[in-house]
């Protein structure tokens, strides 16, 4: 590790108001920079964990809006404005960690940038229509959107240049592909990690299959019900976010549970004793699924994105196709008995993801640009 008295680290992270995956790859970031300042377009203290707030924290003009941090998603037109209004003069290094603005912070003369990226924007790239599309918002904020998302694609393009970055890192080839395709820049690979002391509870399977994560658009968790609806198997939905009215409404006059916002110990449960997750959505990465093989259960998946680095033939199912039949079709192997997967196969694939690994990995791709000092 460098000299943290000679070099004064900057950790930009898009805004602190949850934690989720990427909160976790912020901390392990952090434990690596212990005298690093975070810099945040608007942070929560309450709902973060007390390795973060140990830290100082900027936070950007946004925090000052009324109603700008319980709605900060209304305010992705002037996210990058408020990301550059940042003053990072005096730092030597800066790292961030983006899947919205945080790459788009202006880098300081003399300064090293180094970006790890968990999506381009996907709000106005690839997942543009599972934001924005009919039925997805209203039609005053599909115009908006459409006007707007050709400036938001050439702010995201032109601060991801050589100039501002001087090395990207992604969190999956699927991501790495992304990133070249929409910057025209090449990233190095380094794979998230999962948390595996936590998911060590004995494994009790029951008869329940299990969807759990955050409620966005793209996760189709929509197919999930429709499939089990048709299969008349039991289903439980656990997580929370934006869609949770959506989901709360579709599993009316079912017998599909739904659990928002559980607890750690309740996913634990959860994880544990599921017959196997359900994965509909095509992810950047998907820490889910590490976190199901981790407690030893099957994970049913689309054979896209993320979990195809993760998920291999012996931890899983996958289907071909974001639809219904596809999901059933999946199901029914593990029901039949088609798909033979062993707790211990999973939980031997899930430790091949370790944080440990991250973070050597992490500080390699690092020292490449910026070496000890």
């Known amino acids: 590790m460098k ?10 992270h898009d805004w602190l108001n949850g934690m989720r995956g990427g909160e976790a790859v912020l901390e392990a970031i952090l434990e690596l920079y212990p005298q690093a300042e975070i810099f945040t377009l608007v942070c929560e203290p309450a709902k973060i964990s007390e390795k973060i707030k140990r830290h100082v924290i900027h936070t950007s003009r946004m925090q000052t809006i009324p109603g700008a941090v319980a709605r900060y998603r209304h305010f992705l037109p002037l996210m990058p404005k408020f ?11 800066i790292i961030s960690s983006s899947h919205c603005v945080a790459k788009g912070i202006r880098k300081p003369a003399g300064a090293v940038h180094v970006a790890y990226v968990h999506a381009p924007m996907r709000y106005v790239w690839d997942r543009f229509n599972d934001y924005f599309g009919a039925g997805r918002a209203s039609l005053a904020v599909r115009i908006a959107a459409g006007v707007l998302r050709g400036k938001l694609q050439k702010w995201d393009r032109r601060t991801s240049s050589r100039e501002n970055i001087d090395l990207v890192l992604s969190n999956s080839r699927f991501i790495a592909d992304r990133i070249l395709e929409f910057w025209g820049r090449e990233a190095k690979v380094v794979n ?27 996760k189709r968790i929509d197919l999930a019900i429709e499939a089990f609806r048709r299969l008349q198997l039991p289903l439980v939905i656990a997580g929370g976010g934006q869609e949770v009215e959506k989901i709360r409404y579709l599993v009316q006059n079912t017998k599909i549970e739904l659990i928002p916002h559980p607890s750690n110990e309740e996913v634990n449960r959860l994880l544990s004793e599921c017959r196997a997750l359900v994965f509909p959505g095509i992810e950047d990465f998907g820490i889910t699924p590490l976190e199901a093989m981790a ?11 993320g979990a195809r680095e993760t998920v291999t033939k012996d931890t899983g199912v996958f289907f071909g196709e974001q639809t219904v039949d596809a999901v059933v079709n999946a199901v029914l192997k593990i029901e039949q008995g ?9 939980r031997k694939r899930a430790a091949d993801f370790s944080k440990t690994r991250f973070q050597r990995e992490f500080l390699a791709g690092v020292d490449s640009v910026y070496p000890a000092r």
Not at 3 to 12: I, P, S, T
Not at 83 to 93: A, H, K, P, Q, V
Not at 198 to 215: C, H, N, Q, W
């Open 338 to 346: 088609h798909a033979k997967i062993t707790e211990q196969a999973c």
């Open 83 to 93: 990301i550059e209004s940042f003053d990072l003069r005096g730092f030597d290094l």
């Open 3 to 12: 000299n943290e008295k000679a070099a004064r680290v900057a950790v930009v």
């Open 295 to 305: 407690a030893g259960a099957p994970v049913i998946a689309i054979d896209a994105g």
């Open 192 to 218: 998230p990690f999962v948390d595996f002391a936590r998911f060590s509870k004995p494994r009790d399977p029951k008869s329940f299959y299990l969807v759990f994560g955050a409620f966005a658009p793209y």
